[in-house]
């Protein structure tokens, strides 16, 4: 009993816990993608230790007939999943099957919710890696020689909270890693069965996979071609799914599938793929795309800029013959064939979109709906591809209610003489529908773009304009509805009005004080009787409180308070002789009013609240 004197117990971290306790406890639904999993680990490590052997091909002289074999024994009841590639050491067994490292399982259990049923979906949507192989096996035994090193370690494990190590005399490259299979998942002995999720799952892992049975008998599994270097006309609808699903680790089907060879100024082949919905991660605070980066069918990296991050929710690969391939990963980020490998991809992918939209609209919806906030991130940063973004944009307006529109349509909808395109933020669609700043604009007949997503507060103030039209938010007050082609006569109309509110405005601006920064007669409302806006140029009222919240400001701006001088309360109130305690109490009221329909806060909440019961009390008793 040598073999124990060496051995060490070690615990899993808290985190390994949790998922183990899911993966045995919860019921699950689809066990199949242990072996997705522990295969995908596999042609990892091939494609790490190839990657590596760029540099220094001693590593891999031993054997350079990458591969994997499953092999399964009826008798012992186990299936053995073995590799030939860069293997582990004994610190990195303990490290990598010990603890949480990447970031897929990381996000994963950044979601867990604690309801089982909800979790055990969650499961399924991400796939968390070699832990998957204790939802089929009572123990997982590994045995790994990482390449170039002269010893061999085991790591085994019940699933119970903890693993132990030993040395062990391994004597092949690589890593062995065999499932004692639990009694309700014998049918992975199954030559049929092991076949089937193989070809589901992993027909394009590019290294062969053998099936070894109890006999000794061998078969080939997966077609180990690179798909991508096929031509479309040979690929099935079935194998870009099947590939998709594999490479992107996702369970939906592909919304959009951009296969091309590209022969220009760079060589490349990119299969990408749009999913159909949102993955996991989308927001997850380094905003990378999960798209792999191979050279010459090797595969290099997925960590490189080589999709902008308002592209992020592509999946795929891409391949190129023309980097060389001992680049160090380092260099490749500044390197200028990837640079315009990029600005093809850039391209191909908004011109895609462009004639999706133009040509069924319906099915562009579902893509706007999952990515369109995404995609508008790219109006942020600038550059050359900002106006073919924003032909891709579609809003929600004051045209349809059901509809969104594009920026040509507002364009073409335009009024004679309009030079703006008008549009309103908020936190939902709901709310803009109902704000008294559009009253003006809709009973003119003018279009307003309605925008409620979080990152139109910020490309507005990028993006000022758009086929040499003006693109403004109306909570600017000077925006001139009249469009001053006013008639002597309505001038003169304009000035007779404004004197006879003189008074009331005075009052007002001296009764609101500072709270305000000027009152004015409005001309956009029409059934509200007041309304907050901003001077021109100052900043938009939803984006100042956006950075409120956030801290980057320290305090707000003191709005306009526009009046309507066609209301029924203003006007009641403009032909007071002299204002009591009564009017202030209103004008005090429509004051916070304004303010709670734009989602200011009210300067007094129990002020007002007493006012409001003030009013009602007269009203009802
Ligand atoms: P992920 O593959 O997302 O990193 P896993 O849980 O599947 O997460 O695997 C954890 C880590 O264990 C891998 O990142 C890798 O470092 C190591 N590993 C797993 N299987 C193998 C293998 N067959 N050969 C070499 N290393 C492996
Ligand atoms: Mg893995």
Known sequence: MTETINETKHQFNAEVGKILQLMIHSLYTNKDIFLRELISNSSDAIDKLRYLSITNPDLSKDDHNYKITIETNEQDGTITITDNGIGMS????????????????????????????KDTQLIGQFGVGFYSSFMVAESVTVKSRRAGSDEAWEWKSLGDGEFTIKEDNYDKRGTKIILKLRENSKEYLDRHRVSYVVKTY????????????????????????????????????????????????????????LHNRNEGLVEFTNLLFIPSRKPFDLFHPDRMARVKLYIKKVFITEQVELI?????????????????????????????????????????????????????????????????????????????????????????????????????????????????????????????????????????????????????????????????KEIKSITRSEIDLENNNLSEEAKKDEEDTKERFT??????????????????????????????????????IRMERFLLEQKQLNSGSAKI??????????????????????????????????????????NDASEFANFVTNVLKKAYL
């Open 561 to 602: 308070f526009e009046i309507n001088p066609k209301h029924d309360i203003i006007n009641y109130l403009a032909n007071k002789e002299s204002f009591g305690p009564e009017d202030d109490m209103l004008i005090k009221i429509l004051f916070d009013q304004a303010c709670i329909v734009e989602g200011e806060p009210v």
């Open 90 to 117: 004994k610190d990195e067994l303990i490290n990598n099957l010990g603890t949480i490292a990447k970031s897929g399982t990381q996000a994963f259990l950044e979601q867990i919710t604690g309801d089982a049923k």
């Open 503 to 540: 008074k009331l405005t005075n009052h007002i601006k001296s009764l609101l004080g500072d709270s305000i920064k000027e009152v004015k007669l409005s001309k956009k409302l029409t059934e509200s009787p007041t309304c907050l806006s901003v001077p021109e140029g100052a900043m938009d």
């Open 202 to 257: 992993s027909d394009h892992i590019s290294a062969p996979i053998t099936f070894i049975d109890s006999e000794g008998k061998e078969e080939n599994l997966n077609s180990s071609s690179a798909l991508w270097t096929k031509s479309k006309s040979e690929i099935s609808d079935e194998e870009y799914k099947n590939f998709y699903k594999a490479v992107s680790h996702q369970f939906d089907d592909p919304w959009m599938v």
């Open 308 to 468: 902008p991050a308002y592209l992020r929710f592509l999946r795929g690969v891409v391949d190129s013959q023309d980097l060389p391939l001992n680049i160090s990963r380092e260099t490749l980020q500044h390197n200028a064939v990837l640079e315009k490998i990029k600005r093809a991809i850039i391209k191909r992918v908004l011109s895609e979109l462009k004639k999706k939209a133009e040509n069924n609209l319906e099915e562009y919806k579902a893509f706007w709906e999952n990515f369109g906030a995404v995609l508008k991130e790219g109006l942020c940063e600038g550059g050359e591809f900002r106006d073919d973004i924003l032909e891709v944009c579609r809003f929600n307006s004051t045209h349809d209610n059901e509809q969104t529109v594009s920026l040509a349509d507002y364009i073409s909808r335009m009024k004679e003489g309009q030079n703006t395109i008008y549009y309103l933020t908020g936190d939902s669609l709901e709310s803009l529908r109902k704000s008294p700043q559009l009253e003006g604009f809709v009973s003119r007949g003018i279009e307003v773009l309605l925008f409620n997503d979080h990152v139109d507060e910020f490309w507005v103030n990028v993006v000022q304009e758009y086929k040499e």
